[in-house]
């Protein structure tokens, strides 16, 4: 098969280990800077232009496209759909999984487990926004965050109404979120190709801190998961539209909450805490799954 990577850099590591088992498997692979692509997008018959040629006879694509460069990314994306490409995932589910809210409302929909999260645009709402949430302690995040940047612990009413008062002045978008105690600063991470979990690993925080982020400070290690917990995971995959997915879930008293439902995850830490071969695992399902000239259609809104 003709496969190419939509990446910005060859030299990451999961752009670098999907290219070697491609190649293993007797693939021809090629790596594509999203941001160096073009397109005449009103053409009847559509194309990506590359580095002066037209690119042509790929039967499927690999979307590793970074949260900063969402919006170009997906229209690239989109572009190779409209030619028939087989993508890893569809833009469309990774729009969906990009807006922190609209993921929250499809999952919830599918009645799977969430931190109680609300969230409100009026300034007059602040304290019904934490009355909503069973009260402090609570979480307040920003919906552009990552690597825990975003992640605020307010401990009591008092410090959650200062926090909210001052996101909202900065004219952030944020939502506020039960805080799951119980977690002790451990998140999962469940990576998900087709309707399996292939691999899972646990982050925990370092001691003091709350966010198991490992750009906080936080260590990874193999876990134990549950059939409740594998389950979560694969259906919060399908809701999204998304055939591999990382699946971020914090376990509660009452079962698995999720937190995130991740289009593009990582494989280093993944693949180093487990020593299972992700790369392959996801090669192999373009293989059985790309039919020439089928873009599957799925998904909700
Ligand atoms: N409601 C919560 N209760 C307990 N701990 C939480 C909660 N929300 C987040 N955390 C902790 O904070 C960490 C960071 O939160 P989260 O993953 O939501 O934000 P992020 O990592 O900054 O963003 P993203 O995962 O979207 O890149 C989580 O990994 C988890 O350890
Ligand atoms: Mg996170």
């Known amino acids: 098969m003709k496969i190419v990577i939509l990446s910005r850099n060859q030299n990451l590591y999961s752009t670098r280990r999907l290219v070697e088992e491609a190649k293993a498997l007797g693939h021809e692979i090629e790596v594509i800077d999203t941001l160096k692509c073009f397109m005449d997008i009103t053409s009847a018959k559509p194309a990506i232009l590359y580095q002066k040629r037209t690119l042509s006879d790929i039967d499927a694509i690999i979307p590793r496209i970074g949260a900063s460069i969402t919006f170009y990314g997906s229209a690239i994306l989109r572009q190779f759909e409209m030619m028939g490409v087989y993508p890893l ?4 589910a990774i729009g969906r999984s990009r ?9 919830s929909r599918k009645g799977l487990g969430l931190p109680k999260t609300s969230f409100a645009h009026s300034t007059r709402m602040t304290k019904n926004l934490i009355k909503l949430v069973g009260g402090a302690p609570l979480v307040v995040k920003l919906l552009e965050g990552t690597q825990g940047k975003g992640v605020v612990l307010a ?3 008092k410090a959650a109404e200062s926090v909210i008062d001052a996101f909202r002045e900065l004219h952030a978008d944020f939502l506020v979120q039960e805080f799951v105690k119980e977690a002790s600063g451990e998140d999962l991470r469940l990576f998900v190709i087709g309707e399996k979990v292939v691999a899972s690993m646990k982050r925990k925080a370092k001691s003091g801190e709350f966010r198991s982020n490992l750009h906080r400070g936080g260590v990874a290690e193999k876990v134990k998961i549950t059939k409740t917990e594998r389950a979560t995971a694969v259906k919060a995959a399908k809701a999204m539209g998304l055939s591999v997915a990382g699946v971020d879930l914090l376990r509660s008293s009452t079962g698995p909450k999720i937190m995130e439902v991740n289009s593009s995850p990582g494989l280093r830490g993944i693949e180093e805490v487990t020593g299972i ?11 059985k799954n790309a039919k020439l000239g089928k873009v599957k259609t799925k998904g909700l809104g």
């Open 277 to 287: 071969n992700v790369a392959r695992l996801i090669i192999e399902y373009i293989e």
């Open 89 to 92: 995932n569809e833009s469309v």
């Open 155 to 157: 401990e009591t009413n």
């Open 99 to 107: 807006d922190k809210l609209r993921s929250l409302q499809i999952l």
